[in-house]
Each structure stands twice: as C-alpha cells, then as structure tokens.
C-alpha cells in the first residue's frame, strides 16, 4: 500500500511540474499559451498509472503496442485521449481504426486505406499524423521530407481519416543547435503543405532530451514517458 501511495504521488508531481515546464518554455519563445501538448507516453505501464496521471490533469496517452493499449482502453475509456505512435502491421489496422483517436505513425498510402475503411462509421474521423524520417536514418520508419507532399495529397480524398500534421523522431543529439536543425527541417514542411493549400495544425516531435529544441521550432505535441511515470518495464 506504502508503495502504491508513493508512485502515485511520483506521477502527480510529475505530471504538473511538466506541464509547469511547458508553459514555462511557451513563454520563452513566445508560443501562445497551452499550444503544446503533452502526450505521455504510456506503453508498458499499467492502467492504474494512467488513472494517477489522468486525475493530475493528462488527458492524452499514447501507445505502441497495440494488444496492450486494447486492454487498457477496455478497462477505461471514458475522459481519455488514446495515440497510437508505435510501427502499424497490417493485420492491426482494425484495431486501432475502432480504438484510438489519433494515429502518429502513418508513413504508408496502403496503411492509411486499411485504417480509412476500418474506422466505424459511428465515430468521428481518425486524427493522423504522417511519420517523417527526418534525418535520413536506415534504422528508422517513415517517409523522406521529398515524399511527404504525394502520400499528403493521396490521403486528402479518405474521408474517415483527417490529416492533422506530420510526426518525426530526429537523430539523437545532445546539442540544441542540431536539435533545432531537424525540427525545423519539419516545421518547414509543414509550412510548405499549408502554402499549397493544407490546413495542417499539428507538429508531433520532441521528447525529454529534446523538448526545449522542439518547442522552440514549433512543436505542438510532445511525447514524454519516463519523466512523467519512472522507468519502463522491459517488453518481452
């Protein structure tokens, strides 16, 4: 019980000097106030530690594994904002049409289609993000910034699907100044869609070592995990 108590003030405390630490960082490079969100990064933890963190005010959740998500999003669904950001396979497509609100993954027309007919037509149209591989990185998902613009203009006729902006994990760094570099090579993007007629809102980039970097390049979604409920569990 002690120690249930303990991780859940852990949380809580977490959570709000995060947000502390966003608007905090708003202001300094003057973005309007509440413009970044925080998306915690949830997969492995339990749902009790969401519950703790939801009741301290995070509303958004995201996750990778799908099975594990579904379990939790059964368990309480109500009053959550569920993100799916990990790799999407085929034959999982179905489930996250019916069970998440948001999608920060897609980096493939075929992908997008499945996830376009699978979403019931009950619910309101699944929010995504196309995933951009920023740097060039052999080791990581997503389309090259010279590809972004066709995938965009072939996923503007899905109906069930909005797309709301662009996603990118840039190459780890630990100096701001490069850190900058590649977000902004994403920004600019995004621009460029929104001047040839886009109405693009969403910037998802920046975790906890680069969430100064990413805020002050635009940033409207940012993924922390650790920082907000300790160390992850081992994924086997």
């Not at 002690?2 to 000097?17: C, H, L, P, R, W």
């Not at 619910?123 to 613009?149: H, M």
């Not at 680069?210 to 979604?221: K, S, W």
Request: glycine share 6%; proline share 3%; net charge neutral.
């Amino acid at each position: 019980m002690q120690e249930t108590s303990k991780q859940k003030i852990f949380i809580e405390e977490n959570v709000k000097t995060i947000l502390t630490s966003l608007r905090s960082l708003e202001t300094k490079y003057q973005r309007p106030l509440n413009s970044v969100k925080l998306l915690a990064v949830s997969k492995t933890k339990p749902i009790e530690d969401i519950l703790v963190a939801h009741m301290a005010g995070q509303k958004h959740f995201g996750e990778n594994y799908v099975q594990e998500a579904i379990e939790k999003i059964a368990l309480h669904h109500s009053g959550l904002n569920w993100h799916f950001i990990g790799p999407i396979q085929k034959n999982k497509t179905r489930l996250i049409a019916e069970n998440f609100q948001w999608v920060h993954s897609v980096d493939r027309l075929v992908i997008a289609k499945r996830l376009n007919d699978q979403r019931p037509n009950s619910l309101p149209a699944l929010q995504i993000c196309i995933q951009v591989n920023v740097d060039n990185e052999t080791s990581k998902a997503g389309v090259t910034l010279d590809e972004v613009e066709d995938l965009a203009n072939e996923l503007a006729g899905l109906e069930n699907i909005s797309l709301r902006g662009l996603m990118a994990i840039p190459h780890a760094s630990s100096d701001i100044n490069e850190q900058r570099h590649s977000f902004a090579k994403l920004r600019k993007k995004l621009e460029h869609l929104n001047q040839g007629g886009f109405e693009l809102d969403t910037l998802s980039m920046g975790m906890s070592n680069d969430l100064e970097a990413a805020i002050a390049e635009g940033a409207t979604i940012v993924r922390v995990g650790t920082a907000i409920f300790g160390k992850r569990d081992t994924k086997t």
